[in-house]
């Protein structure tokens, strides 16, 4: 497992504190799976973008291969 450092401002790192004791977890724990769901939602995002723009620009793409 690679390590990420996080600058965090006071104000966030004590919400993270407090969540993660909420949970009874570790903060970094908290923090993985933030960054996981983030990177689940925008990837699902930009696939949707890329679909959508795919289909507005078929013909195009189309006669770009040909």
Sequence with gaps: ME???L???PGLAH???DLADARHRLPEDVAADAV???LRDEGEHV???A???AGDH???LRRLGE
Excluded: F, I, K, Q
């Design 3 to 5: 390590e990420l450092r």
């Design 7 to 9: 600058r965090l401002t």
């Design 15 to 17: 919400d993270l504190a």
């Design 36 to 38: 996981r769901r983030y």
């Design 51 to 53: 679909a959508r723009l």
């Design 47 to 49: 696939r949707s973008l």
């Design 58 to 60: 078929a013909d195009l």
